[in-house]
């Protein structure tokens, strides 16, 4: 029996509109309907970080029990990037605790932790009239984060959207802790300090935390809460990569021996596993499968199918694989994706830009100044793979009409409800627990594989955890949108660009990935419904940080037979590596140092201007001279240059025997306040790296609707030895903290290409670099 026919009657007895609460909500109060009855909206969220029975809990943030142990909620999915560590030392700074006795805890989604920045800058994904959400403090935001539990993790907005509350959370504690010891004291409680656990006044007197909370529990939060002057930091350190640091991972013991959960390390009593196939890109739905080719097979549970897809469940992931192998599922839809076809289709958008472009910023009179441009160059971007180094992978449990979850997801509020949407109950009957996600790249804001697992777990009656071959996961997990920039400018008499315009042919992948995460429509629904649309989202970046009087950045929504997604580095790192690539260009046509060169249009951006010039000095910068195979780029991040994120970086790279080698990356990084420097630098590396991976391989074709290649090792990935001598210098700042984990993504590939240039005299305009040859 479908697991459909099993759940009709818990939808007969549902008798609801299908009208999304999204929609209910954001569209009724957009338009005035719902305004007054909206604004009333119960504003009172459970914590789900359940105290024991030995702890006392802090506004729904932290924890501390008796044994003085303080307990962090981490509503961000922790993929490697350390956000576990980075949010739980805002919480003990501001508290006073000491380190060795803090610990974390991820939390299922809750109303209480909104990601407001995030929910601001994906408005147009979400809201009916984006206008009205443009910012965190907008009311809008606010309700339709709040009400849906928003909580995603994504675009660097982590610090941005949970320092403030945390550090609320945990003052409040302090000063509740304070007031706890001054009453048992007898003293004044401006006369106590917090440090290291303790409440001490000095008389002598000194109390653990663990001594008051019983106490301090009881006493009503101060509003406002008594912030400390000033918020978590550590100050830069040139060279001092490998320097011991007063905040170590929380994650990495059990990283180290072994114990840290994955979505894959998940067994429950009783447990089965399942493997799963997926129609090619264009032949979506399942047409047949040999059935009685394992009939009687042993140690197989039982097999599910859907419309999209067919999965064998056994007693082993092995025996289920094998099970589909033997079964040979055959699918059908408009036509198997040949990458002739995409290419024609991305060459078909682009050759129509004057009519299908639509103007996302403009900056003067740039039609007037570029009707003729002299200076003309295009450059493309191949479709790229996320590769994780743990493919998707979930497990479940449905009993009595509950569904258990146990799964990575940097979207989870948005994951449950599709979960129990696929099997028809309501999403409070769906428990998400949320573990680690082994690298993620951001294909963990796919939600595809929560559907499938809650559809297998309704099917077979028993836990099940489904995991992603890498075949599967590459094919599934829709690639990074492939665009193309023709770039045009125009120069005055000292070559410096007095107009210039971007007009970039891309997907509007941003808005194709809102109506799979928001609205729950399936890849070629999203792809439908966002065609033609101009995506501002899918061109950020595209304005130029440098001082020119007139300058455009188009859009031109290309229509291609392709699911495509977010990547880590946004759709910056694709823009970054059209305006420094070009930005080069311009330089060598003047005949002048492209450092130089920069440097005269950065007069208006000091912070950049900066990292511009400590980067070449840091990677002892020559000129760019013929054959040196120096390269330099900069990318902004932010459209504030006052909150942006800033980073230069010297390339080093040349040809030898196999292939182009990339030995010696400079960067310079201005971040604002650094929260975690030792984190801060692995981000930087890391992305870094990533960007590597971007530059010189991680990209596929499509043949008969597969992506080729169909495995990690074919992929162009940088092994170790790959890897190049990486040397990072922060620049100290007060401004606002600004997340580095996709500054280094953005700025890789366009060194890398200028780098190339560089050694070999030839320009390569098409990402990943070399894969046209030379």
């Known amino acids: 029996m479908d697991f459909r026919e099993k759940l009709i009657s818990a939808k007969d007895r549902a008798k609801l509109p299908d009208v999304s609460r999204r929609q209910l909500l954001v569209g009724g109060a957009a338009a005035g309907g719902l305004l007054v009855a909206w604004t009333l909206w119960p504003r009172n969220y459970a914590t789900t970080l359940v105290p024991g029975e030995a702890e006392a809990d802090f506004g729904g943030w932290l924890t501390i029990g008796r044994d003085g142990v303080v307990t962090v909620a981490i509503p961000q999915l922790e993929m490697g990037q350390g956000v576990t560590t980075l949010l739980a030392q805002i919480a003990a700074v501001e508290l006073g605790a000491d380190w060795r006795q803090v610990g974390a805890e991820p939390v299922m989604p809750s109303g209480l932790f909104p990601n407001l920045p995030l929910a601001a800058d994906w408005a147009p994904l979400w809201a009916n009239f984006p206008s009205l959400a443009d910012t965190p403090d907008a009311w809008l935001v606010d309700r339709f984060a709040s009400a849906q539990a928003f909580n995603a993790t994504a675009a660097g907005t982590s610090l941005a959207a949970y320092e403030m509350p945390l550090r609320i959370a945990a003052a409040s504690a302090r000063d509740m802790l304070v007031r706890a010891a001054a009453e048992r004291w007898d003293v004044v409680p401006e006369e106590c300090e917090v440090a290291d656990g303790f409440v001490r006044h000095a008389a002598g007197g000194a109390l653990r935390f663990g001594e008051l909370v019983d106490e301090a529990r009881e006493l009503d939060p101060p509003d406002p809460a008594p912030l400390r002057p000033q918020a978590a930091f550590e100050q830069p350190v040139f060279g001092e990569a490998d320097a011991q640091t007063s905040f170590p991972r929380i994650d990495l013991p059990s990283k180290v021996d072994g114990s840290h959960l994955f979505a894959g390390d998940i067994r429950l009593p009783g447990m089965v596993f399942a493997s799963i196939r997926h129609g090619p890109v264009g032949l979506p739905e399942l047409f047949r499968f040999d059935a009685d080719a394992v009939a009687g097979m042993r140690g197989l549970v039982g097999v599910v199918k859907s419309k999209r897809w067919l999965a064998a469940v056994a007693e082993s992931w092995w025996i289920a694989d094998q099970a589909l192998s033997r079964m040979r599922a055959h699918f059908t839809g408009p036509g198997a ?7 024609t289709d991305l060459e078909r958008a682009s050759e129509q830009r004057e009519e299908l472009a639509e103007r996302i910023v403009e900056v003067g009179d740039p039609d007037a100044m570029l009707e003729n441009a002299p200076f003309v160059r295009r450059y493309e971007i191949a479709p790229a793979v996320h590769a994780p180094l743990e493919t998707a ?67 077979i009656g028993r836990p099940v955890q489904l995991t992603w071959s890498r075949v599967q996961d590459l094919q599934a997990v829709p690639p990074r949108a492939p665009a193309t ?36 429509l399936v890849p070629e629904a999203a792809r439908a ?23 455009a950045v188009d859009h031109v929504p290309a229509s291609i037979r392709l699911p495509v997604t977010r990547m880590r580095g946004g759709a910056e790192a694709m823009t970054a590596f059209f305006t420094e690539c070009f930005i080069d260009e311009l330089a060598a046509e003047a005949g002048r140092d492209p450092f130089l060169y920069r440097m005269a249009l950065l007069g208006g951006v000091p912070r950049m201007a900066e990292c511009l010039r400590r980067a070449t000095r840091l990677g002892e910068w020559d000129g760019a001279r013929s054959g040196s195979g120096q390269g330099v780029a900069m990318v902004r991040m932010g459209n504030d240059p006052q909150t942006a994120g800033h980073i230069a970086c010297v390339a080093q790279a040349g040809m030898g025997a196999g292939g182009a080698r990339v030995t010696r990356l400079s960067a310079t990084v201005d971040i604002g306040r650094i929260v975690n420097l030792d984190i801060a630098r692995q981000q930087i590396e890391g992305g ?49 903290p600004f997340d580095p984990g996709e500054l280094g993504v953005a700025v890789a590939a366009p060194a890398i290409a200028n780098a190339l240039f560089a050694a070999t005299g030839l320009r390569m305009r098409r990402l990943p670099l070399l894969s046209e040859g030379l």
């Open 688 to 736: 870094l790296v990533f960007g590597l991976s971007l530059a010189l391989g991680s990209s596929v074709r499509f043949e008969n609707g597969h992506p080729v290649p169909r495995n990690m090792g074919a992929l162009g990935l940088p092994r170790l030895a790959d890897c190049p001598d990486i040397v990072v210098d922060f620049i100290s700042s007060d401004a606002e």
């Open 337 to 343: 994706l040949e990458q002739a076809v995409l290419d």
């Open 393 to 459: 992978s979930a497990t479940a449990r449905f009993v009595d009409g509950r569904l258990e979850l146990w799964m990575a997801s940097q979207v989870p509020s948005l994951a449950r409800e599709a979960a129990a949407k696929a099997i028809g109950i309501s999403a409070e009957d769906v428990v998400l627990y949320p573990v680690a996600a082994g690298g993620s790249f951001d294909a963990r804001l796919e939600k595809q594989h929560a559907i499938e697992i809650a559809q297998i777990a309704a099917e």
């Open 529 to 551: 419904e966002s065609r033609g649309e101009a995506d501002a989202l899918a061109v950020a970046g595209g304005m130029p940080p440098y001082g020119i009087s007139d300058v």
């Open 485 to 520: 920039a023709d770039m045009a400018a125009v120069t005055g008499a000292d070559g410096q660009p007095l107009a210039w315009r971007a007009r970039i042919t891309t997907p509007p992948f941003m808005r194709e990935m809102g109506h799979r995460l928001f609205d729950n």
